[in-house]
């Protein structure tokens, strides 16, 4: 398995939580960063948040701070993102991948759909 695999997205209720996960191959997590990603319909894709390989760096989008949080346990080769406080312009297909500085490398998945309803 090359590609990441996203997910834990779900139709929610503006105000309410959703947690994403990411599975990667132990490779990929032993080795690399990670971030997660977002693309809106009809929008280019944007950075939501991103993790150092240790997990003890972390930076997100001024959209989401202070609403999410991105971790990793790499015993488990997952990233998570929980997302709390949520709104409708976070409706969009939530993607994680490799992240070197502030460059996301790819590979890319399915991604993970997440609709918020006002």
């Known amino acids: 398995q090359v590609q990441p695999v996203e997910s834990g997205g779900g139709l929610v209720q503006a105000g309410g939580s959703l947690r994403l996960s990411c599975v990667a191959s132990?490779?990929?997590?032993?080795?690399?960063?990670m971030g997660w990603f977002r693309q809106a319909a009809g929008k280019e894709r944007e950075f939501v948040a991103r993790?150092?390989?240790?997990?003890?760096?972390?930076d997100y989008a001024d959209s989401v701070k202070g609403r999410f949080t991105i971790s990793r346990d790499n015993a488990k080769n997952t990233m998570y993102l929980q997302m709390n406080s949520l709104q409708p312009e976070d409706t969009a297909v939530y993607y994680c991948?490799?992240?070197?500085?502030?460059?996301?490398?790819?590979?890319w998945g399915q991604g993970t759909q997440v609709t918020v309803s006002s």
């Open positions: 132990g490779r990929i997590f032993s080795t690399y960063g």
């Open positions: 993790i150092s390989l240790s997990g003890g760096t972390t």
């Open positions: 991948t490799i992240v070197v500085g502030s460059t996301a490398l790819g590979p």
